[in-house]
């Protein structure tokens, strides 16, 4: 036999049951040690996570609260760009009316101009400057 094989038989022998009964407390604090430092390092990691979810989340809202101030920006706008829009298309309401108004005056359709200039009464406050003295000068050929 050789040297290594006759001192394992002999360490095996050499260790008495207080001996075992020490190592394996030994090696039961190393697993528990272990243990808390396993479970220790899984709780900082969850705390840094929560950390980056709550960062996460203020940056969120931070991101939902400047849309929304701009959704209303864009709501003026459009509010005030309709309001240009109705205006447009009731000047230009008007003018058709006026030259069509006009057209059946000088054609002596009295039926047809009397139509135009009554429908026209609706949009007077929708003609230019330069229109309205048109306007008024056909209103007066209607008395």
Request: net charge negative; hydrophobic share 45%; glycine share 4%.
């Amino acid at each position: 036999m050789t040297e290594t094989e006759q001192k394992t038989p002999q360490t095996e022998e050499t260790l008495s049951p207080r001996k075992k009964r020490a190592m394996l407390e030994y090696l039961g604090i190393m697993f528990a040690v272990a243990f808390l430092l396993v479970a220790l390092s899984l709780l900082v990691k969850m705390h840094a996570m929560q950390d980056d979810m709550d960062a996460a989340s203020r940056g969120a809202r931070e991101n939902i609260e400047a849309m929304e101030d701009e959704l209303e920006t864009v709501k003026a706008e459009n509010a005030l760009l309709q309001g240009e829009k109705d205006a447009a298309v009731r000047s230009a309401k008007a003018s058709e009316l006026l030259a069509l108004a006009q057209s059946a005056w000088q054609v002596r359709d009295k039926v047809s101009f009397n139509g135009y200039m009554a429908e026209l009464e609706g949009y007077a406050d929708a003609l230019s400057p330069e229109t309205e003295a048109l306007y008024n000068m056909l209103a007066d050929k209607l008395k």
